[in-house]
């Protein structure tokens, strides 16, 4: 077998069984509780997680344990790896990569464990750019420097109904100071030094998402872009943002509908939706 590097995420990337096959990524599942209940994110079924939110049923993630980065650090040794690259969500939105980062410390081949400082599709293209890379034959320092690129440069932007869910889970960060916001304000969320943080009040829903497609297409100007559309179920609302997004975005590559991943989906609650745009 050549060497080759080998690339890591975490169930929180968002990325697609086929974009994962495609690529040869390897991913480690955060864990979900509700209520007594605890396993693997993607073991849970989306319709019944939606359920267990709105009953206010006890829901709560954790990180993976490091046994689960440890073995498959160690599949990526005997397929061939020289060294893997192992990108994850923010440290300051979980311990994930801490855990990665003690699992790496016994593997006998480098294992460049990174801070993404992001979650979501910001992840999820860092991790395909680095994944691309890898997959033309780049040096490790090119794969690292690949998903650096995209996770410095992504924009994540996010629309939730309430900032409740949030408070409960402990993830809402800067965005604190927006609790007070009446009912008919929908807060608009953005990621920021690692942690969730406000972007705008905006009254009503409609007009919420509306201005976040705005702000989508501020932010990629006239850069060639791809972007992604990421929610709970895909809905006609996503449909018509995927729309009003082919209308305004100027250099559109990619333009994507994406499931997120269930713990991302229980923090920030039902009806939440999010635009990650990501410059090329």
């Known amino acids: 077998m050549s060497p080759h590097v080998a690339v890591v995420t975490d169930s929180t990337a968002s990325l697609s069984d086929q974009l994962i096959k495609q690529w040869g990524i390897k991913v480690i599942q955060l864990q979900l509780q509700v209520e007594d209940r605890i396993d693997d994110e993607a073991r849970f079924d ?27 650090y160690q599949d990526a040794v005997s397929e061939g790896a020289s060294a893997i690259v192992s990108v994850h969500i923010s440290s300051r939105m979980s311990a994930t990569v801490q855990a990665a980062q003690e699992a790496a410390r016994q593997v006998r ?20 750019s680095a994944a691309r890379a890898a997959a033309a034959g780049a040096h490790v320092s090119r794969v690292i420097e690949a ?44 990621v920021k030094s690692g942690e969730v943080a406000p972007l705008a009040r905006v009254p009503g829903a409609r007009r919420a998402v509306n201005k976040l497609v705005d702000i989508a ?64």
């Open 109 to 128: 081949i480098p294992v460049y464990t990174l801070d993404s400082g992001t979650v979501g599709m910001s992840l999820g293209f860092a991790v395909l």
């Open 217 to 280: 297409a501020q932010r990629a100007g006239s850069h060639p872009s791809e972007v992604a559309v990421s929610c709970f179920r895909p809905t006609d609302r996503e449909l018509a943002v995927v729309g009003q997004l082919r209308q305004h975005v100027q250099n559109l590559r990619e333009l994507s509908i994406v499931e997120s991943s269930v713990v991302v989906g229980s923090h920030v609650g039902p009806g939440a939706m999010s635009i990650t745009v990501s410059p090329v």
């Open 147 to 190: 998903a650096e690129r995209r996770f410095t440069s992504t924009s994540e932007l996010i629309y939730v109904d309430t900032l409740e869910y949030l408070r409960r889970g402990g993830r809402i960060g800067a965005a604190q100071a927006m609790l007070g916001t009446a009912l008919s304000i929908k807060p608009l969320l953005t």
């Open 46 to 72: 989306r319709d019944e997680l939606v359920e267990s939110l709105r009953l206010n049923r006890q829901v709560a993630t954790a990180p993976p344990d490091p046994g689960a980065f440890f073995w498959n």
